[in-house]
């Protein structure tokens, strides 16, 4: 990711996203220094495989992102900047995506990254035998790749699909050696070759990651450091102490509360530029939750302030909706359910319940969802409701929100650079990631609409009444938008974390 | 005082120590343990001697309420084990033969596993809930105890008295209820005890491992668990549940140590 001032002072100033970068200033000046090692701490490491077609592990990504280039690139509010895709247009109504490719360029195994390259990558996630994950949100949209010539590309689709730049920002855009995927077959997930500015030296699988820096990276004088290690470590906290000492230069997911155990002689806090969505859902196509009045009246009981207090340090950002502020596509947040426990346990006559029928609430263990359930069960016990507050497992928490055997829950999403990303998946009634039942005509016809119009203002618009409809229908109580942490050890220069949290170290560097 | 008695007086007022302090929580303890406010993480203070926990509770409040969940859990466990491992191991002792030795393989067996395996496990499968907890650390625990009733039986039934109440034809249920387990009242207390002690242990660990009691309970291996992350903020929200978990194992152990 490139921070370089002109993206530094749009992100501070006009999206007003609270960075805390205190040396970047300075930094500017410094020369960068050419050498040394990155250490990146990785709490239990789950990478399988480094190729990008199979990948599913989150921690992957961390690593796949300094392997391999993607076509398009995200700023750090989300905005799609070229990366090998140098320019791009998009002709027939939104139909076809053409692409002008960086020259060049040349694949860690000397092979040219040029229009077939693109072609072969794409086709492979779609073709049947590779078992691509993301063959599934490409085959309904793509219709044919064309070469147009060695530097163009041309992606003919299905219908319109906006979200496309977005996706090939993501997995789906990370390009790998044709040669190279030939030559390894099932082995290339341990031998990965891609464009990136690294490339992979050792793998033990939850020991450690070694990548060398790549000396024919295609942007000359990059990357600055001779390695990057991902180290296994057993918490962040534990991480934490270790980049005190000067162990590790780099640790994620760390909440506020952590922060305070930071040592700023050593290690700068940097927060995240868009925080995860924090929420609780629940089947609203069954009961108990299909009683809108006593969904309305557990939203009233809520005091969101008081669980970003509890859980952010007042960090986070009462979230009136899925789409934070700051965004293209972000609308001003209409004023949602106020905290009100009179309101709530007015609704709550009014929805009829039964007040000696418990309501269980899932508390998964992760740490702040946990927590959240804690403080929720609190709140609406408050309100005379009785709650059960049922365990359950990290590891299988998701599956069983699939599979509908947990009902009442914490989840929490990640921001995508396309709004169709996280709003048709969780609220169009055929949505791949729809766990809440939910189905209203009048939000599947504008989400489709968003995906057929490529005009960023009406699309904006079109969102914004959608999250106006979830916040008076409940199908997810919106909670906040948390505050989460990258502690950096005070030597790393020129690096600041991306609103995906996939690092990149192309131009980061270490002072001696 | 000999060491023994000694040993059996610490342990006696320790543990009456710590039953006081359980049936009197609601009066000793300062707030609500499962109260959150907005000051998270602070260190102590008069407001709070231990500090407050990632929610903002009471971490002195949630230690006093701490000591009724592993005293329940404890004592009813051993309770479970008692009921379950006394009556097999009389009657295997005393009725000897084929049934015998099956007790014995099967007993031999259950000890041979470890219990903090199997209580993770069952608990997975199961869930954690008081009751829940209570029956599966009784069950873990009777073997063991069937297997000293049975040892003990095996000396008795050869005793004088025995063959005497025998003769005159006292039934067999008679010789077991009225003969025999007067005589091993005293084994069984100090089994009791240990028993207490070890479930109280295991059920901390289990907490620990995180298959405790479901939340907001305030149970100490949940706490020394939670608090493992902040040592390095305040050291207290770890090292006054281990405490408590230590010195509650300890009394009931010197009492169980001081009969035998």
């Not at chain 2, 077991?176 to 240990?194: D, E």
């Amino acid at each position: 990711m490139n921070i370089d001032r002109r993206h530094m002072m749009k992100a501070t100033s006009a999206f007003a996203l609270a960075l805390s970068t205190p040396w970047s200033a300075s930094a500017q000046q410094e020369t960068p220094r050419s050498g040394g090692t990155l250490t990146v701490g990785l709490v239990n490491d789950n990478t399988k495989t480094m190729d990008p077609r199979l990948s599913i592990q989150l921690d992957e990504r961390q690593v796949l992102f300094l392997l391999y280039d993607t076509l398009v690139a995200v700023d750090r509010n989300f905005s799609l900047q070229p990366d090998l895709a140098k320019s791009w247009k998009i002709e027939n109504d939104g139909k076809r995506y053409v692409f002008t490719l960086q020259e060049g360029v040349k694949f860690q195994d000397g092979t040219p990254f040029d229009a077939a390259a693109v072609k072969w990558n794409i086709e492979s996630r779609l073709d049947e035998k590779v078992l691509s994950s993301q063959r599934a949100q490409l085959l309904p949209v793509i219709a044919s790749i064309e070469i147009v010539s060695p530097s163009v590309v041309a992606f003919n689709l299905n219908y319109q699909y906006p979200s496309l730049l977005a996706d090939l920002a993501d997995r789906a855009g990370l390009m790998l050696s044709p040669t190279a995927a030939q030559k390894f077959g099932q082995d290339f997930g341990r031998n990965p070759v891609g464009t990136g500015a690294f490339v992979l030296k050792q793998w033990v699988q939850g020991t450690n990651i070694t990548l060398a820096r790549n000396p024919d990276y295609w942007r000359k004088g990059e990357p600055y450091l001779d390695s990057v290690v991902f180290r296994t470590v057993p918490s962040a906290v534990l991480g934490l102490q270790r980049v005190g000492i000067g162990e590790i230069d780099v640790m994620a997911n760390l909440g506020p509360a952590e922060t305070k155990l930071i040592d700023p002689r050593t290690t700068t806090a940097m927060k995240l530029p868009i925080g995860r969505w924090y929420s609780l859902q629940w089947q609203v196509d069954r009961a108990p939750f299909n009683n809108a009045k006593l969904r309305s009246a557990i939203a009233h009981a809520i005091d969101r302030n008081r669980i970003n207090q509890i859980l952010f340090d007042g960090q986070g950002t009462i979230a009136d909706g899925l789409t934070p502020q700051g965004l293209w596509y972000s609308s001003p947040f209409k004023p949602g359910f106020e905290y009100s426990p009179d309101k709530a346990r007015a609704l709550l006559k009014e929805s009829g319940w039964n007040m000696s029928d418990p309501i269980t609430l899932w508390a998964p263990s992760e740490a702040s969802y946990n927590r959240i359930s804690q403080l929720v069960g609190e709140q609406i016990q408050a309100i005379g409701l009785k709650v059960n507050l049922s365990p359950v497992a990290q590891s299988e928490y998701y599956a069983r929100v699939v599979q509908k055997s947990v009902n009442f829950t914490p989840s929490s999403w990640a921001s995508r650079a396309d709004p169709d990303g996280l709003y048709y998946f969780l609220l169009h009634s055929k949505g791949t990631g729809n766990t809440t039942g939910y189905s209203n005509p009048q939000v599947d016809r504008l989400l489709e609409q968003g995906r057929s119009i490529t005009d960023q203002t009406e699309r904006a618009k079109l969102y914004g009444q959608v999250q106006e409809i979830v916040m008076q229908e409940v199908p997810y109580i919106c909670l906040l938008f948390g505050a989460d942490y990258v502690a950096v050890s005070n030597k790393v220069r020129n690096w600041a974390p991306s609103p995906d949290s996939y690092p990149r170290f192309r131009r980061a560097w270490k002072a001696a | 005082m000999s060491g023994r008695l000694f040993q059996r007086w610490l342990g006696l007022s320790l543990v009456a120590a710590i039953v006081l302090v359980a049936i009197l929580a609601p009066w000793l303890a300062p707030y609500d343990p499962n109260m959150s406010s907005g000051s998270v993480l602070s260190r102590p203070s008069a407001a709070n001697i231990i500090g407050t926990d990632q929610l903002g509770r009471d971490v002195f409040s949630r230690l006093l309420y701490g000591a009724r969940v592993s005293l329940v859990i404890g004592l009813a466990a051993s309770l479970v084990g008692m009921v379950i491992g006394v009556p097999i191991g009389l009657v295997s002792g005393y009725v000897g033969g084929k049934a015998d030795l099956a007790v014995v393989q099967v007993v031999d067996i259950l000890i041979s596993l470890p219990a903090i395996v199997m209580a993770l496990i069952i608990t997975a499968v199961v869930g954690a809930s008081v009751t829940n907890l209570i029956l599966i650390l009784g069950i873990l625990k009777w073997p063991i105890i069937a297997r000293i009733v049975r040892g003990q039986v095996l000396v008795l039934r050869e005793q004088a008295f025995v063959e005497a109440a025998r003769s005159i034809g006292c039934t067999t249920t008679r010789i077991l209820a009225r003969h025999i387990a007067p005589n091993i009242m005293r084994v069984l207390g100090a089994q009791f005890a240990i028993a207490t002690s070890t479930s109280i242990f295991t059920a901390a660990s289990l907490s620990f491992l995180g298959l405790g009691l479901p939340p907001p309970a305030a149970d100490w291996g949940g706490m020394v668990q939670s608090g493992f992350d902040y040592m390095f903020l305040n050291p207290l929200l770890t090292l006054a549940p281990g405490a408590a978990v230590t010195l509650t194992v300890l009394s009931f152990y010197l009492i169980g140590e001081s009969a035998k």
